[in-house]
């Protein structure tokens, strides 16, 4: 079911969850394909090829991971945003749900449905906006004084490297709009150049 957002893909095991997240994202005007378990999942990403997949890693008959790595070796599905949304918490969960493919990893009981649709928003926009305009990145060294203006200016986070690469982040600006005798208007993210996660 296509949305006039973009459609999303969750793969979720837990009805209460399915139920949560699909009907915030169709009242939000996004399209949802649902699968509850790793088997269907495989199938509903290659055969419809969402804009995003929003995933548990813990699934019955085939893990998360597995499936994670299947897209990404898939040439039509590679470049499909994943976001892990998991019960599995541990550093080490995380360190292995990014290193396996995953673009984002939110843990289940720290971020409410809002902060969860904002990473969708962006991961969409992002997608959308590398086909119709382009886009800026300005390093943030720490060493050079650019991430202390930066938090004092707009209050982003102290971590300014990518916890899954440890590769300096990048603030990348993306024109969203060009006023007439008023110059352009952009938006801007804080995203890892290596692996494209969004923070």
Do not use: W
Request: net charge positive; hydrophobic share 40%; with cysteine.
């Amino acid at each position: 079911m296509e949305g006039e957002k973009g459609t999303v893909l969750l793969i979720e095991d837990s009805a209460q969850y399915q139920r949560i997240y699909g009907s915030l994202f169709k009242t939000e005007g996004y399209g949802l394909l649902r699968a509850m378990d790793g088997e269907i999942a495989m199938y509903m990403a290659k055969k419809k090829k969402p804009d995003i997949i929003l995933m548990e890693i813990v699934l019955p008959k085939k893990h998360g991971l597995d499936i994670i790595r299947e897209i990404r070796a898939d040439a039509e599905t590679k470049e499909i945003p994943i976001i892990v949304f998991s019960v599995s918490g541990k550093a080490e969960d995380i360190e292995r749900g990014l290193r396996a493919g995953a673009n984002d990893y939110l843990v289940k009981g720290y971020q409410t449905p809002k902060e969860v649709l904002d990473k969708i928003r962006a991961y969409i926009g992002r997608k959308a906006s590398e086909l119709k305009v382009n886009a800026y990145q300005l390093m943030v060294y720490e060493r050079k004084g650019d991430a202390a203006h930066l938090q004092r200016d707009i209050g982003l986070p102290t971590l300014y490297r990518c916890p899954a690469c440890g590769v300096e982040l990048a603030f990348e600006l993306e024109m969203e709009v060009q006023k007439e005798g008023k110059g352009h208007i952009f938006k801007g993210v804080l995203m890892c150049p290596s692996c494209k996660r969004i923070f």
